[in-house]
């Protein structure tokens, strides 16, 4: 003979914690599906850095030319752009001015020179002085677009860290101290 309960006394046995697997489970998917969801705009931002207007790839060919650094960020580069055009109402007829002098295999030097006979010398500083300060504008109204990324860091990263609270990291202290007769200073 089979005995029949009534919904009201059956009881799921919970886990302890005042939660079932299939709970624990459903709020995990959920969390899942936002995260997928709340990564879609980062994606669109990335595919649309990847196919960055002629503007942009303009800068990145000016900034590379100037810095002499060949790999630089293109999203840090449209971030940079962004900011500068929103300050300077003449800056994208005379970014088009400075990649119009941009050859192959040109110096920085030699760039800077051709720019300083178009007249555009002090406007080719402002985008150096964008990418190594990782600031836009010298006034106390500038706009600060990197921080860790700018160039200033890099010519020195092999020796010192960007100035942070925690340097090198956390619990930085616990590392070896480096020799003293690693070649490092006698290369200098």
């Not at 995260?35 to 994606?43: C, M, T």
């Not at 850095?49 to 002499?68: G, L, N």
């Not at 192959?104 to 300060?133: E, P």
Request: glycine share 6%.
């Amino acid at each position: 003979m089979k005995r029949h309960f009534a919904p009201e006394t059956v009881s799921v046995i919970k886990n302890g914690t005042g939660s079932t697997r299939r709970e624990f489970l459903l709020a995990t998917l959920g969390l899942t599906v936002t995260g997928v969801v709340a990564a879609l705009p980062g994606r669109a931002l990335a595919a649309s850095v990847i196919h960055a207007s002629d503007a942009v790839k303009q800068f990145v060919a000016v900034s590379q030319a100037i810095t002499e650094h060949k790999h630089l960020d293109v999203a840090l580069a449209a971030r940079f752009y962004e900011v500068l055009a929103q300050r300077d109402v003449q800056f994208v007829p005379r970014l088009a001015q400075l990649a119009a002098l941009v050859t192959a295999q040109i110096s920085a030097q030699n760039f800077l020179a051709k720019a300083s006979s178009a007249g555009l010398h002090d406007f080719l500083y402002q985008i150096v002085t964008a990418w190594y300060t990782g600031t836009v504008g010298d006034d106390y109204h500038g706009t600060l677009v990197a921080y860790k990324q700018a160039l200033m860091y890099q010519t020195v990263s092999d020796g010192l860290v960007v100035p942070t609270y925690c340097g090198n990291g956390p619990i930085w202290w616990t590392a070896p101290v480096p020799d003293e007769h690693d070649g490092h200073i006698e290369q200098l």
